[in-house]
């Protein structure tokens, strides 16, 4: 079957500082038209740190959209599209937690919801070096916490973490690790 | 240290077909303030299904937002919030295979980009009964297809799954089988 989907005109309704929503009317593949809602996003990365003991870093913060303080994994966006993400996850890491990662190991990418938005998440695997200080941006606020990866296992297969990069990346590290 | 933000006034700049679109103002812990940009979506589900040769099943279709087509396994939007998810993601598989599962099982749900959306996915695994005919939408055009799971687990270790719901869900289905 036919899937391609052309674009017959596109408008931006919104700019702002995270994402742009652009509607677009498009020619469906059999020659019928719609209309697609993107949201438009400028990626991001996320870091699952080992220390030395086998335990993941994690930060707390409220995240608006469920009015709810989640547990994560570092991460953010990719500010500067000039920076490679593996450079923004390193930031990310240090600014979060001031930790300060080696032997990163790619962890793959993806998209976070194909269906509305081209946001890609890059993620990666570190071991942690040493510890300095944290470096907030002005509007963010983050507790780090320490959780053993085989107990992060656990909390990931039994819908204890509710975000949905964290659960990949937990999941990953200990598969390629062979901790489960 | 304190996370929560507090809304100071709160605007809807667009109601779409899957998206709407909020501006607000909020008080930071710290006390300044600050602007957040949320996208309210319906919620999705998203489904494993097994055929008894454990194979998955997937779908292609074409995803806008990246203009290119994607392989993910069935989904879709909770089109009814009255109607439980199970529901939802039973109807879906069926609308995009014309499979009918059983001995489902809930394998988690997760935010899919908690800094800026409310998406909610919930995930299930199920085994694939018999086939009926697919009943896709108006403006839906997918294209079924099968991947043994241990292939698939393989695939999604080496990022060539990019979609993350469906990496979730053939990691969990793994673990879940002692698959790997």
């Known amino acids: 079957m036919k899937l391609e989907e ?5 408008k931006t309704l919104y700019d702002g500082k995270i994402v742009r929503l652009e509607i ?14 993107v949201i438009k996003h400028p990626a991001g990365v996320a870091v699952a740190a080992l220390t030395s ?9 409220f995240r608006y959209p469920f009015r709810e303080v989640v547990l994560e994994i570092p991460a953010g966006k990719i500010d500067d599209k000039s920076t490679p993400p593996l450079e ?15 032997n990163y190991v790619p962890l793959g990418a993806f998209y976070v919801s194909p269906g509305f938005t081209d946001e890609v998440d890059f993620l990666y695997m570190c071991r942690v070096d040493h510890f300095e200080e944290q ?10 916490e320490r959780i053993p990866l085989d107990k992060a296992v656990e909390m990931a297969l039994n819908n204890m973490i509710p975000d949905g990069k964290t659960q990949t990346a937990i999941l990953k590290t ?4 062979k901790n489960v």
């Open 135 to 144: 470096r907030l941006d002005e509007d963010e606020f983050v507790n780090v």
């Open 88 to 102: 923004n996850a390193k930031r990310e890491l240090l600014e979060e937690t001031g930790a300060v990662g080696f």
């Open 24 to 37: 677009d009317d498009v020619e469906l593949p059999n020659g019928g038209s719609a209309v697609r809602e």
């Open 53 to 61: 003991d086998n335990e993941l870093l994690f930060v707390r913060q």
């Open 6 to 10: 052309k674009t017959l005109s596109s």
């Open 174 to 177: 200990a598969l390629l690790l």
